[in-house]
């Protein structure tokens, strides 16, 4: 771990990690790294004795052994659920609405903001909603009742064109990552939580969660669909308090290594081979509603993030990963 952490030490809080795991990759395969952009780490380079191949961080595909085709249909949340049903592979569906009028001409009827009010009805005002091509859990929440989902869809229309609304499912959640059929790592993830000091109320530590989640570029958790006497709640130390939800590292949740049932192992590599992705990470739900036999596909990430691989102290499942994506790009052979 320590010469990972060397790649790691004195590089800004905006680096990205593709780039740290990127220089730590090339050291340790024999390739030459190069960030290219004025040492930001967004765009680099990666050259061996005959080969450079270019690389980005931040918003774009991290995985050349990934075509273009099969992780834009992934990143579209419900192109990827109509893929998966077509397979006979369980999903949890969902509807697609648009926030705007832009556009209008150029979608079928039964998607408007109007028509996610008639779908919101048939879940019993309750739903789960998420960006239609949203990542890291932001705006991914529950929401109760009409007025609440009006004040959703104002908020999320602000950054994203459509949202994803589906039904509201518990079970234990996992991410399964795959490079090809092979399972690199599976873990368990866990909701947020908050925890506390003995002396601010829950309020007090949901303000200081917000901005940090703000600063990272995450939707804030709304207030108010808190009750005001948990609010003034003060945790005892160490003591926490869930926010439901919010699973991502990025947005506060964690993981750890756990293995779900076999079948779910096999539903996620199916998942990937129904898409056509070479490398991706498959969240599901096993266990829904205490059922150990009803399994359910979340979604297919395209564009996972690993960074769970170094809070774990895992580099060699870093190196892995990177080293299939240098094959991939000619820069290593097999």
Known sequence: MRKLREFRAGKPAYYPDQAVYAAFACAELGLDFESIDGGTGLVFRATSASTSVYFGAGRCSWYPQNNATAATLASDKYFANCILKARGIPNLGGGYFFLSERHRGLRPTGHDRADAFA??????ASAFLKPLTGSRGDYAQTVDGEPALERYLDEVSAYYDAVL????????????????????????????ALEGDGARSVGDLLHEHNATLEARGLSAIDPDRIAPAELKQVLAPGERWKIHGRTNLSAGGHMTFASPHPTALKMAREATRAIGLRAAAVDLFTDIGGNPDDIAII??????????????????????????????????NV
């Open 119 to 124: 779908y919101f009805k048939t879940l019993n």
């Open 299 to 332: 979604e297919v990430n395209s564009n996972p993030s690993i960074r769970l691989l170094e809070e774990l102290q895992r580099p060699d499942l870093i190196l892995k990963i990177w080293r299939h994506s240098f094959i991939a790009a000619g820069l290593i």
């Open 165 to 192: 609304m589906q039904p509201v499912v518990s079970g234990d959640e996992y991410r399964i990552f795959l490079l090809d059929d092979e399972v690199v790592y599976s873990a368990r993830k866990f909701s947020a």
